[in-house]
């Protein structure tokens, strides 16, 4: 579910909800496109379907990714053009005492380069360089190459590697592209230390390397 805002609104709303069935009915991109044919849709805010309020939004407009461009309907996912587009957390993402996975779904740009998933500051989990796909673990390692559309799924907490201390965790190095181990040729893949913070999906706050792509979906779960 996302709210969108349109960049030709006639005189009406400007911003509207709508459900996965009518995105995927044609609905939202009827809305959009009411008044121009070549309108543009951005996303606002993705909501978080898991019950934990941990929505995704992006209240300046010249960040807010796309949905819709130039009057098509992008159906790869949530276009990410680079530059400061991003969406984040209202709220601080709380680890609790189990390891949390995390798989994200990316259809990007053959020579994408930018970061798809950060939590915090400057702690940045999936990015990609060219046709590489990293993992920042202790060091921004190279960490397997990646076809244009990747499906990439890790562990990121692990608290029994911190003495289960509460709220302090350890990025793990292995993680998986599109079900194939990638990560462990690479020995500059360690450990992270990292606190609570917010999830940030397509950049980091207030930076200008932005992923080139699409993202369509983002798993956080205890593992």
């Known amino acids: 579910m996302v709210e969108v805002r349109r960049d030709v609104d006639g005189g009406g709303d400007t911003h509207k909800s709508f459900t996965e069935g009518e995105v995927n009915s044609g609905a939202m991109l009827a809305w959009v496109t009411e008044h121009s044919v070549t309108a543009n849709g951005f996303v606002s805010t993705w909501y978080d379907q898991g019950g934990n309020g941990l929505d995704l939004v992006e209240s ?45 779904g990316t259809k990007l740009d053959d020579s994408a380069v930018g970061f798809a998933l950060n939590l915090g500051s400057q702690r940045q989990f999936i990015n990609a360089a060219s046709t590489f796909r990293k993992m920042f673990a202790g060091s921004n390692a190279n960490s397997g190459l990646a076809t244009t559309e990747s499906e990439v799924w890790s562990v990121l907490f692990d608290p029994v590697s911190q003495g289960g201390e509460p709220e302090t965790f350890a990025v793990e190095g292995n993680f998986y592209v599109d079900g194939s181990l990638k990560s462990v040729p690479d020995a500059a893949i360690g450990t992270q230390v990292v606190g609570d913070g917010k999830i940030q999906i397509g950049n980091r706050t207030n930076l200008t390397d932005g992923i080139e792509g699409a993202i369509y979906e983002v798993i956080i779960y205890n593992s």
Request: net charge negative; proline share 4%.
């Open 60 to 104: 300046v407009l010249l960040n807010q990714p796309k949905i819709v461009k130039d009057g098509l309907f992008i159906d790869s996912g949530i276009l990410f053009q680079g530059g400061t587009k991003n969406l984040e957390t209202a709220t601080t993402f709380a680890f609790g005492d189990d390891p949390v996975s995390v798989f994200i």
